[in-house]
């Protein structure tokens, strides 16, 4: 896989600047939502109107000439790991957490679209009937047109995370970085909901995620971004347009690199 370039090599697009706008500092990002994100208010499912508010957020950074793919998790359907648990077999489970990210996925895309955003969504799983198939130089040409495309079914293997999902997207796609949204402003020592005292911090290499062995991300996916050199921004995505406020490098967050 190819290694992606950082920050400082991609200077923002001549549509933004010249519209006045802030330029963004990425020219192509994957962004990484969680699925209980798109529960909103409720302990299960789809909230309507989070979906359409996270639509806004995406039609923002496409305005600023940015390139965006999307990885959206399926906790708030099903997740692989509570179904093994329950005594589903692992792998099994896995696909079955997979398809939950294929639901979201349409649902996205369907707000999207109601937005204005031209958009496509690629599985890794074949299912010609509601998606196209994944194939990596279709999805860098929808790109290239400006389309938004999501990645759904994870990387269409069990035993794989979406977080390790995104990152193989992301190197595959030649992102310049890849933006986690989450419901916390950043990278914590503790779960900032939990515990009081939990260190939030500004920077980290990714070294120090694996050694201190914080749950942004798992190992594989940390792994994979460090390998292609590509930085994770870490943000609040309930915060509506914080999504293009990092982009434009003013909005809170964490991110991780080679170097502190």
């Known amino acids: 896989m190819a290694a992606s370039k950082n920050a400082d090599d991609t200077p923002g697009s001549s549509k933004a600047v010249s519209a006045g706008r802030v330029a963004p500092r ?64 692992r792998a099994s489970a896995d696909y079955m957490g997979m398809l939950a990210t294929v639901i979201n996925a349409l649902a996205l895309q369907n707000a999207l679209e109601r937005a204005g955003v031209h958009t496509r969504v690629l599985s890794a799983i074949p299912m010609s009937t509601i998606c196209e198939p994944y194939i990596r130089r279709r999805a860098i040409r929808h790109m290239e047109k400006g389309r938004v495309v999501i990645f759904a079914a994870g990387t ?30 950043g990278v914590y020592s503790a779960d900032p909901t939990r515990d009081k005292s939990a260190q939030r911090y500004e920077q980290l290499t990714y070294l120090e995620v694996l050694s201190r062995d914080l749950k942004v991300m798992d190992a594989s996916a940390i792994s994979l971004a460090r390998e292609n050199r590509i930085p994770i921004l870490v943000f609040s995505i309930q915060e509506a347009g914080n999504f293009a406020k990092v982009l434009g490098g003013k909005g809170r967050s964490t991110i991780i690199t080679e170097k502190g």
């Open 26 to 89: 990425y020219r192509r990002v994957l962004l990484k939502i969680s699925g209980e994100v798109l529960m909103g208010p409720g302990e299960f499912g789809l909230d309507s109107g989070t979906v359409a508010r996270i639509a806004s957020d995406v039609k923002a950074g496409v305005d600023l000439g940015v390139e965006v793919c999307l990885v959206i998790g399926g906790g708030n359907i099903f997740r692989g790991l509570s179904g093994a648990a329950a005594g589903i077999e």
């Open 156 to 185: 269409g293997n069990p035993f794989f995370t979406t977080d390790t999902a995104a990152a193989l997207r992301a190197s595959e796609m030649g992102c310049h970085a890849l933006l986690k949204g989450t419901k916390v402003d």
